[in-house]
């Protein structure tokens, strides 16, 4: 398996990149950006996307919750405006902060569009994304893992597991056929010591997937199994409630 260092971005420094469209799914992944930027010896980066879908939405229908936990609807664009852009600057800030204590080298970013398109286009090729997500319930507190079938662990999967003392959840995407069953072979488990992965689930279908995490209530998602054949990044993140990592290009 290649190291960190052998998948690293543009400039040969590898880069962790933390998107999202609101203050509070960036709070809610910044620790996670932090740990794996230090274990990876990499760059910080902050993306803060404007949600051209919300935007699309009308203003009659938007609704932001203040900071003071007061609900506001039927806002103007002025309002909404000033409310992605305080969204912004707090992101920026806090990210600057955090970064600057960690002695970490960070960049920050604005943009406009959906989230995931725009992750995928500020990255270089082994880069890590991170979408933020603020769960709504407390997480149960596993780390999943998705994974092809007979694939080991990435590297950074296994750090950020151990960094952070949660159990790793490997959820496999394997044929239908692989399935476990009356005179079905089970699929290759995860490479690696056994101790490395708590539990092992093997998803014959994207749906059976989407279930698993949608039961799990996780720490965060990483997606290392190759996307074509899994359900879009942000159907992902729907179903599993929390952060999601992947890594560019793979």
Not at 51 to 64: C, D, I, Q
Not at 74 to 99: H, I, M, N
Not at 164 to 192: D, F, H, I, M, S
């Amino acid at each position: 398996m290649r190291n960190d260092a052998e998948n690293a971005g543009q400039g040969g420094r590898l880069r962790v990149i933390l998107g999202a469209s609101c203050y509070p799914d960036a709070e809610a992944a910044l620790a996670l950006a932090l740990d794996l930027a230090r274990q990876t010896g990499a760059e910080l980066h902050g993306v803060f996307v404007r949600e051209t879908a919300l935007l699309a939405a009308g203003y009659a229908h938007s609704r932001v919750v203040t900071y003071s936990g007061q609900r506001q609807t039927g806002l103007t664009a002025g309002a909404l405006a000033k409310a992605f852009q305080a969204d912004a600057r707090r992101f920026e800030g806090l990210l600057a902060r955090r970064a600057k204590a960690a002695a970490l080298v960070s960049s920050f970013r604005e943009a406009e569009g959906h989230l995931q398109e725009e992750l995928r286009r500020c990255a270089a090729a082994g880069d890590i994304l991170i979408s933020g997500f603020k769960p709504i319930l407390p997480a149960a507190g596993c780390i999943a893992v998705i994974l092809a079938e007979g694939q080991a662990v990435p590297g950074f999967a296994l750090r950020l597991a151990r960094s952070a003392r949660k159990p790793l959840v490997a959820l496999v995407a394997c044929a239908p056929e692989a399935q476990t069953g009356p005179g079905a072979a089970p699929a290759a488990k995860p490479a690696g010591p056994p101790d490395d992965v708590a539990e092992t689930r093997l998803c014959a279908q994207p749906e059976v997937l989407l279930r698993q995490l949608e039961h799990m209530s996780p720490v965060a998602v990483i997606v290392a199994a190759p996307l074509a054949g899994l359900p879009p990044p942000a159907r992902i993140q729907e179903a599993a409630r929390c952060p999601l990592v992947l890594r560019s290009g793979g």
